[in-house]
């Protein structure tokens, strides 16, 4: 299981803390930074890694992680990042992670797309993450401005002739069906769920 500590990994948290509670406490912020890539919240763990951390210290079932006081917690935090090799900077990040959305947004527009590229460039500078919430966030408003900036382009270019030509296509006459759904193509597209893949696979 991917959240077995090493020997090692809990000789070195051993080292660093002066109770059980808090060994505890540091091994399950380094496993979980080691999958994560950031600290999750309590309640963000499941209980069954809870269990199995537990277990692999040979502790009693009574026995709950804690940090002890919040400077302990922060020097923790601190322990786990220079161990990984990692740096917080949650500005730096969002820059970084705003910039690499809004050049992935010209080609991808699926907002989980979006947050993966986040997340692999945040990861390639060795940057802790942001919450899945604050990238998605931003994807979602990184997206929208970059699809209205498309969409404005477009509409630009077509002129005043072709957007009255476009405009016109959706018209419904008298049988009431517009001009768009007698074109051909408009037929093509209703026949078939895949037209332009039909023939490869």
Known sequence: MFFTPSPEE????????????????LVLALKCFQKMARFPSP???????????RRCLDLAED?????GSSPSAKAHRKLVRQRQGVKYDAGRARAIAAVAIRKAAQAKNNP????NVAI????????????????????????AEVNATIFATIVQ??????????????????????TFNRTPRAR???SSPWPRYSGST
């Open 10 to 25: 809990v000789a070195w948290a051993e080292q660093r803390t002066g109770s059980p509670e808090s060994c505890f406490a």
């Open 120 to 143: 692999e460039e945040l990861l390639r500078l060795r940057l802790e993450l942001l919450g899945y919430t604050t990238l998605e966030d931003l994807a979602t408003s990184i997206r």
């Open 157 to 178: 270019r077509m002129g005043e002739a072709g957007r009255a030509r476009m405009e016109g296509l959706l018209v419904v006459g008298p049988d009431g069906k517009s």
């Open 112 to 115: 989980a797309d979006l947050i």
């Open 188 to 190: 093509t597209f209703r």
């Open 63 to 67: 026995v709950w992680p804690g940090h």
């Open 43 to 53: 309640d963000e763990i499941p209980e069954v890694v809870i269990d199995h951390v």
